[in-house]
């Protein structure tokens, strides 16, 4: 499943003030750093980075995506090892037990349960 690309409302709420600013003026200096200009330069850096860390998301899915897919091929790959073992040494030998299979020969057998008699009702 895919994840969630992020997105930021206070980005979102900034590039709003950030316009009306600029009608203002765009030459704007308030003191103490708060110029038009440092407030684009944090609104750009903050949507950059944004934007980098959904990329970095959607590359964590392919990457995910690729090693379920790596890992159905293994575990079906595994299980025709097996068979093949089985299939060369037969079910009941130690190699197929060496290879991770369960001989026939240990298996436990399945109890039978007793049959309930029900009378019907008179």
């Known amino acids: ?38 407030y684009n330069a944090k609104v750009s850096a903050v949507t950059s980075k944004l934007d980098a860390y959904n990329q970095q998301l959607s590359m964590a899915d392919t990457g995910s995506t690729e090693l379920k897919q790596m890992e159905k091929e293994l575990n079906d790959m595994s299980k025709r090892i097996l068979e093949a073992v089985g299939s060369a040494y037969g079910h009941d030998s130690i190699e197929y037990e060496k290879a991770g299979g369960i001989r026939s020969s240990n298996r436990k057998k399945p109890k039978s349960k007793p049959k309930v008699i029900t009378k019907p009702a008179p």
């Open 1 to 38: 499943m895919a994840r969630l690309k992020r997105k930021s409302l206070v980005l979102e709420k900034a590039s709003k003030r950030l316009a009306g600013v600029e009608t203002i003026s765009m030459t704007l200096d308030l003191g103490n750093g708060l110029t038009v200009t440092s």
